[in-house]
Every structure is written in structure tokens, then in C-alpha cells.
DNA sequence: CAGTTCATATAGCAATGTTATAGGTGATAG
DNA sequence: CTATCACCTATAACATTGCTATATGAACTG
């Protein structure tokens, strides 16, 4: 069994890499093994990769290519929102369907030195959340915003990953996933600090329709109604009733 | 440099791989490195923790003691949402303290067999979710919050390890915290199904005020101001306005 | 004292990532 | 056609890793 086509030797370690790495079953993958599933020696690998984390990095490389086409297939749905959701989707079924390259990607955390994966994925989701944004959609920065929902979904996929395959549940992601939605995005009240926590939905509610009023154009009121209703709701906003 | 006081070398193991562990500045630490440390020599580490991992889950064991010590320490504030949120603060600082001990404990994710400090870590949670859910604070089951909250825990601390430390912005956690509270509490609106979601967050909003307006009677707005408000609110609620 | 068990040490194995050195191959220049 | 030169690959080995087969000492038990 070895990976001798015509192909070149550099493209032979990385295929085999990624097999390897898809079929470790957990296991370590050695460069030993890579390098005799491609059919090469030695000094090949560091010939063209460096390193062995050099092989491993251009094997994420490749797996990234392959989750941002799964992010953006889909992307211009016109609904921000949702296409954030469908990122968050895609990016837990990635990590489930290749969970060793998802460790490879995004668990393998060091002090001080995070993986460029993680900036990358990052850029990705802000980008979308800079067009919620732009909708009005969105409660806070769009950057602050891609880095906690990221950090939530690599936790939750970590902890999917880490979990028999038979008591995976989904919903523990869906869950997680609609609460970092409902969390950035103008749906809920503006401020999430444990002071508002006890006010009243009424003034939790006026807060978000304020927030969105004044980010998105809406054309069903008349200018001076408009105003007269930010008045009214600016009343019950601030009112103290707990 | 040895750590030969009277103690007995299982003790003197321990001590050396936390030390190792913690000073390590993310390289790898070695048995020899240990066992140098503890003047000891291979097999006394064989024999006492058969392992290099024994060895490291003791170390972590004790670490998790340390940790639950934080964690139980200011546990009956008698609001159980407060202590989650301690809970919360707790684990990340403990992340950020001992980066190389929490990377042992929660980041040596493998497939198929998840850390026992997660079942440990997830069921503390549980205990005091079970609280809130007894005080009518929550959503959710005290499990499957506890899932989900200690999942985006671990995503965010391990997020702000790999930040160089310079960069480490807590507010990623406090608003990730925030949101996942949230989501499990009974403090939030109804509805965070999908179908809403597509909606302009305007009506969203405006849906929600005006259901809670209807509900509470709010004394900020008389009798009359209220009926136009919620007739511009109708208005706004049933625009087909995306 | 004899015997058994626990605890530690000596010495070494197999596997790992990596590299110093050298051989081969193809293109280009004379 | 030969020579040069850059690029690519192989042979062989190195140091370090986790780990262990075997043996020695100590401490308790009969």
C-alpha cells in the first residue's frame, strides 16, 4: 500500500499526511509512517515542509481551503444571521467528520501561540457579522462578536468530538449556537452586564426596539411619529420598574 | 537543583511535574526532565503511576482540587446565578493562571474519550444549575446547561491561553458568559427559534414589547399614549419589512 | 532466621523527530 | 557534447523520547 502515482513526492506526503491523520483513530501519526505511505524518505519531508508541524500546518491549510468552501458555498443568503448560524453548523460538522485534522486545526492550543487557523476562521466569521452589522443587526463590534462566537463553537466542538459518537448530541450545539446568536445580535436588550439582568422584559424589549429603530431606516412611521415613539419608549426605557 | 527533601518520592514525582508543568512555557516536559527534578529514577515513576499520563492525571487531580477549592469556596451566596457567573470567572482565571496544568486538564481533547476533570467540571455545574432550575431560574435542563455553559468556558479560556498575554482581553469571557446565562435563564423572551431569527429585528423587538406591554401594566405612559403606541407598534410588528 | 512483598536502581530497547552528508537528475552555458 | 549548477532525494546516523526486563535492597511477617 503506498501512494506512488506520478504525482510529485510533495504532493504524496500530503495526501498521505491527511490519510493518515483521517484514519489515526487518535493515535500519533508519526513522520515515519507518512513518509512510507508516500513512498519517500526522510529528508523529502523537511526537503519541502520544514518540519513535521510544517506538513501538519499545510495539511490544515488544505482541510481550510476545504471548510471555507463549506462556509461560503452558502454565504450570500442575504440574511447575515443566518448564514452565521450555517458557519457555526458547518463548522461543528466539519469538526465531527474530521476530528483528528479539527485537533490538529484548533486543539492544539499553546500558551502565547495560537494557530493561524484560528485567525483565519475568525476574519471569516467577522466578515459576515460586519454585514449584520450593517443590517443593523448586530449589538456589539463585529470582531468582538466573531471571537466569542468562535470560542463557543470550538469549545462546543471539542466537547462533541470528545464524546462517544454515540451519545453525540446536537443539540448541545444548536443550544449553544442560538445563544451566542440571541447574545450579539440587536434581538435582545443593548447591555448584557449583570446589572440589567433584573429589569422587566417591557424595558429589555424597549431597549432592543430602540437600538434597532435607530439602526435600521424604518419607513412605517412618519419622522415626527418616530419621534414622538423614541420619547415614549426612551420613558419606559429608563423607567426603574424592576 | 533537586527536590529531595524527606518526602517520598511519590510525593516528590508530583511535586516535580507540577513544577515542570507549570514553568514549561508550553515545550513539552519529559520523564527524565521529571525524574531528574524528583531524583528519582525511571521505574519509581512506572511503579507509582504507570504512566506518564498517571502521572500527569494525578498532577491534575490535585490541580482540580485546587480548583473546586475556588469554586466551592463562595458557593452559598444564596443566588445561583451569581455563583454560576463566580463559577464562570473562577475557571478562566484558573486557566490564565496555570496555562500549561489546564492544557493537560481540558485541552488534550482526543476523540472518543473525553478528560475525566470535564464529567467533574460539568458536574459541579450541574449541582449549582440545579439550584437556579430549583429557584425557577432556568430555561433548560441543570444538565444540558451545564453541558453547554462548560463547553464555551473551556472554548474561551482556551482562546485567551493562545492570546499572547498582552492581548488577553476578559471581556471576551464576561460577554460569552453573559450570553450563555442568558440563554439558560428564564430571564429571556420566548421565542429563539429559527423562524425568528429571520425577521427584522425590528419587529422582533417590537413583537416582544408589545406582548410584554400587554402583559405588565406599565404606569410610564397613560391610557391614551399607550394605545397609540401600540398601534404604531401593531404597525411596526406586521411590516413584511426583512 | 527465612520468606515474601514493596520500592528503587541499572541498563537498555524501540520509536520518535531531525539532520549531516552525499548521490543523482535535469536544465542551461560554453 | 560536456560542464556546471541548482534542485531534489536517499543513506545513515544522532539525540531524545516513553517505557521495561531484570536485579538489588529494605521492611515487614511467619
Known amino acids: ?19 493518515l491523520l483521517a484514519n489515526s483513530a487518535g493515535a500519533a501519526v508519526s513522520t515515519r509512517q507518512i513518509t512510507q505511505l508516500a513512498g519517500v524518505t526522510a529528508p523529502t519531508l523537511y526537503h519541502h515542509f520544514g518540519d513535521k ?18 462556509e461560503r458555498d452558502f454565504a450570500p443568503s442575504g440574511q447575515p444571521l443566518e448564514d452565521i448560524r450555517r458557519m457555526w453548523d458547518n463548522h461543528v460538522l466539519f469538526g465531527l467528520k474530521q476530528p483528528e485534522l479539527y485537533l490538529v486545526m484548533f486543539g492544539n492550543i499553546r500558551p502565547e501561540s495560537r ?7 475568525e476574519a471569516l466569521l ?18 468582538e462578536a466573531a471571537r466569542s462566537i468562535l470560542a463557543a463553537n470550538v469549545g462546543v466542538t471539542l466537547m462533541l468530538i470528545a464524546e462517544p459518537a454515540a451519545e453525540r448530541n446536537l443539540e448541545l ?15 435582545q436588550a443593548a447591555g448584557t452586564s449583570p446589572e440589567d439582568s433584573g429589569r422587566s422584559s417591557v424595558v429589555v424589549a424597549a431597549i432592543a426596539l430602540n437600538a434597532a429603530l435607530q439602526a435600521s431606516h424604518s419607513d412605517q412611521l412618519s ?20
Open 53 to 70: 508541524e510544517g506538513l501538519f500546518d499545510a495539511v490544515v491549510a488544505a482541510g481550510f481551503e476545504e471548510y471555507v468552501a463549506g
Open 173 to 187: 450545539s444548536t443550544m449553544t449556537r442560538e445563544a451566542m446568536i440571541f447574545a450579539v445580535s440587536t434581538e
Open 223 to 242: 419622522s415626527s411619529e418616530l419621534k414622538l415613539f423614541l420619547e415614549w419608549l426612551h420613558r419606559i426605557s429608563t423607567s426603574t420598574s424592576s
Open 1 to 19: 500500500m503506498s501512494l506512488d502515482g506520478q504525482l510529485p513526492p510533495k504532493m504524496r506526503l500530503l495526501r498521505a499526511a491527511a490519510e
Open 126 to 143: 467577522e466578515e459576515m457579522l460586519t454585514k449584520a452589522a450593517a443590517a443593523g443587526q448586530l449589538n456589539v463590534q463585529p470582531r
Open 115 to 121: 494557530p493561524a487557523i484560528v485567525a483565519d476562521a
